[in-house]
């Protein structure tokens, strides 16, 4: 194992305080599912966390903060730098068959959960504003430097960066809303499509790619 594959280690005070904020998180997401964002109040999350109110405080600034860290849990967003770093050097389409292959697997997991709180950031500006600022255009602003690196390399073709990362977004979140709609075929062909969604990105609809 490489130099690049080793984690610090935690100091034990830093692993219990890991340990109670994957507790509250836990607490969040069932009190969300069950009884909708908008309905739970962090005096639910700390009795289902066996907390004092207080504590909560110490982890997350708002119950939207909650809401973000357990979207981004999801999304394995805070693991996503170092994914992107460690395959700089490696194929492009690899990548991104893995990175989705990963998310949509934590998708599945968190389905319920996505099906109570994502409805609420559409509808209300202000969720809908700080979800766009402070988790999409976090992860826009990721998936740009990874292309702009690649393109430089030679690895991807010289095209607008941040239309690229939109486009790749708008996939991501399309196949997302689908698949909360309970679109059948969706649904049936999850397991797959990261291999599909990187034949058409890479290869195209031409036949003439085929083989």
Same mark, same amino acid.
């Given at each position: 194992m490489g130099q690049a594959d080793k984690k610090p280690r935690l100091s034990r005070r830093e692993r219990l305080k890991r340990q109670r904020e994957e507790r509250i998180l836990d607490a969040a997401a069932t009190i969300f599912a069950h009884k909708g964002y908008h309905h739970a109040t962090v005096h639910d999350v700390a009795v +289902? +966390? *066996?907390?004092a109110d207080g504590t909560i405080y110490n982890y997350f600034e708002s119950k939207f903060d909650l809401l973000i860290a357990l979207i981004s849990r999801i999304a394995e967003l805070e693991q996503l730098p170092a994914e992107m770093a460690q395959s @700089?050097?490696? *194929?492009? &389409?690899d990548f991104f068959v893995a990175a989705f292959q990963d998310r949509m697997g934590r998708i599945e997991e968190g389905e319920e959960l996505l099906q109570a709180i994502l409805p609420q950031v559409f509808v209300s500006p202000e969720l809908r504003d700080r979800f766009y600022r402070q988790y999409v255009l976090r992860i826009a602003g990721l998936l740009e430097g990874y292309i702009q690196a690649?393109?430089?390399?030679? &690895?991807? &073709?010289p095209l607008d960066a941040r239309l690229m990362t939109r486009l790749l977004q708008s996939t991501f979140l399309g196949m997302l809303v689908m698949r909360l709609l309970g679109d059948e075929p969706l649904h049936e062909g999850w397991a797959a499509i990261p291999e599909f969604w990187a034949?058409? @990105?890479f290869d195209g609809l031409d036949p003439g790619n085929e083989g």
């Open positions: +289902a +966390a *066996d907390v @700089l050097g490696s *194929d492009v &389409r690649q393109i430089e390399r030679g &690895r991807i &073709r034949t058409i @990105l």
